[in-house]
């Protein structure tokens, strides 16, 4: 099993445009979760598997599946966002962070490949409902150091239009 790319939850954009899921960028909390290479994430799920905890976003009921965390350095369940935000533009809409997401400065992290985003401040359709998944390209490791999630000047993620 791997990752191959990075995408929205279908069920996320779909409830958005349906008014169930009240998503506001600027004050809703969202957070960044890390994980390991023994899940394959797939876009077009259930809210509820799409959700921080569920599906293949929990570290049990699935063999192998490691959300990576360490105590005092990278939360389980992830790393609250900073700053972020909804940008229109002519051709696009897309959601932001203008703060990269860190850990601690002596975090031991191996072979972290990708981060979930799901937002905290939901409880419709479900509780910590997925946003989106982005693959970093390959594995990446820090040791006794600061894990940083780079976010795209393109966004967390870009709908073009």
């Known amino acids: 099993m791997a990752w191959t790319n990075s995408k929205i939850f279908r069920p996320y ?21 890390l ?6 994430p797939a876009s077009d799920v259930t809210a509820a598997n ?20 360490e105590s005092g350095q990278w939360a389980q ?17 897309m959601f932001d962070a203008s703060v990269d997401t860190a850990s ?13 985003v799901y937002d905290f401040s939901l409880a419709t359709p479900v509780d910590n409902q997925g946003v989106c998944y982005n ?5 990446n490791t820090v040791t006794n150091g600061t894990f940083t999630v780079v ?7 870009r709908i073009t239009l």
């Open 13 to 33: 954009l779909s409830d958005v445009l349906n008014n169930t899921t009240a998503m506001d960028a600027g004050s809703d909390t969202f957070y960044c979760t």
């Open 35 to 40: 994980w390991d290479t023994d899940i394959t």
């Open 50 to 69: 799409s959700a921080y905890g569920s599906g293949v976003w929990t570290t049990s009921g699935v063999a192998g599946a490691q959300e990576w965390y």
């Open 77 to 93: 369940g992830g790393v609250a966002m900073a700053t972020t935000s909804l940008t229109e533009g002519a051709g696009y809409v």
């Open 104 to 116: 601690g400065t002596a975090a031991d992290l191996t072979a972290v490949v990708g981060a979930m």
């Open 135 to 139: 693959y970093f390209g390959g594995a």
């Open 151 to 157: 976010w795209n000047a393109n966004g967390v993620y």
